[in-house]
């Protein structure tokens, strides 16, 4: 591809989404910028390029313009996508990985895109990007030992910063058996809410054992209902979701009374589940809330996959 841009110059002008997303290091940037500086009507850019030092990053993206760049993720250190926004206020979809700054604040701070709705970033480094900008949708990201912030901090700086957020992924401590109350506290508008658990190898805690705040279905139900415009919940653990795994009926016991099947949650409508379902097996299930002929709701399990891929949680 890169061969057939640098010779036509009309497949670059009609290219509009551009990924590379590479296993190894690239050694060289010279064939990659090249074909950049060609994809001037370039909108959506990925690139996903490991271990590649700072300088050449510098040295891939220096004077590099989109004029209709709208969706940038990219894993370079902060410090380049700083300078590399500064040319691209239009970036409506941010997505970014590990920081890079030992010291100090995130290059990020301070840095307003006055489009950005979207954003996927390190804990630390989102609660600066939303504080500037219109943001609405937000993952916050624990990569390191450095990303790990109370969620009750977390979710207290998001509030006072945005009250345009509606879709929130977060990544939460497994012996965290609270973390539905801040939300419910500090941002009830939520539509949409995806947490994981993260590794406890990120916080060098004790093994977090069998207990989780939603395995009392009942109490997790009602704090909820509290989110009363929640449209959609997932949620990722490394533990089996019933006593015998993969029991439908079992399931469906817990997912009614996270949705609600004698006092429906008014507006939530799909659940996702992703867990442990058996050395090494994980499963994810989807239960949607339906009418039913009788004119009542009821949920229906839609689909269930093993081995799901990442991509499926969304």
């Not at 609405?136 to 998001?158: F, G, I």
């Not at 609270?178 to 009830?188: E, F, G, Y």
């Not at 939520?190 to 990120?202: D, G, P, V, W």
Request: charged letters at 20%.
């Amino acid at each position: 591809f890169l061969e057939n841009v640098r010779h036509n110059h009309s497949i670059g002008r009609a290219v509009k989404s551009f990924h590379v997303i590479l296993p190894i290091r690239l050694e060289q940037v010279t064939a990659l910028r090249d074909c950049l500086l060609r994809l001037c009507n370039l909108a959506d850019l990925q690139l996903v390029l490991p271990f590649l030092k700072p300088f050449c990053w510098g040295q891939l993206l220096h004077s590099i313009r989109f004029r209709h760049l709208d969706l940038l993720s990219m894993n370079a250190p902060h410090i380049v996508i700083a300078e590399f926004l500064g040319y691209h206020p239009g970036i409506a979809f941010l997505s970014v990985d590990v920081c890079g700054a030992v010291r100090g604040p995130c290059p990020l701070d301070g840095r307003k895109l006055p489009a950005l709705c979207d954003v996927s970033a390190p804990t630390r480094c989102v609660m600066h990007l939303v504080s500037n900008n219109p943001i609405s949708h937000v993952a916050a990201l624990q990569l390191s030992k450095a990303d790990l912030v109370p969620l009750c901090t977390l979710v207290t700086s998001l509030s006072m910063s945005t009250a345009n957020l509606t879709v929130l992924q977060l990544e939460v401590s497994p012996t965290d058996y609270t973390p539905l109350d801040s939300l419910v506290r500090h941002i009830p508008m939520l539509r949409a809410l995806k947490l994981t658990e993260y590794a406890l190898s990120i916080s060098y805690q004790a093994p977090a054992g069998q207990r989780r705040c939603w395995k009392d279905a009942n109490a997790w139900g009602k704090k909820l209902r509290h989110l009363r415009h929640l449209n959609y919940f997932a949620l990722r653990t490394c533990l089996p979701f019933t006593r015998i795994s993969g029991d439908t009926n079992q399931e469906y016991a817990v997912i009614g009374l996270w949705g609600g099947r004698e006092l429906p949650h008014p507006n939530l409508r799909r659940i996702v589940v992703w867990y442990w379902h058996g050395m090494p097996q994980e499963r994810m299930v989807f239960w949607e809330r339906r009418l039913s002929s009788a004119d009542q709701y009821e949920w229906v399990k839609t689909r269930d996959i093993d081995h799901p891929d990442a991509s499926l949680f969304v």
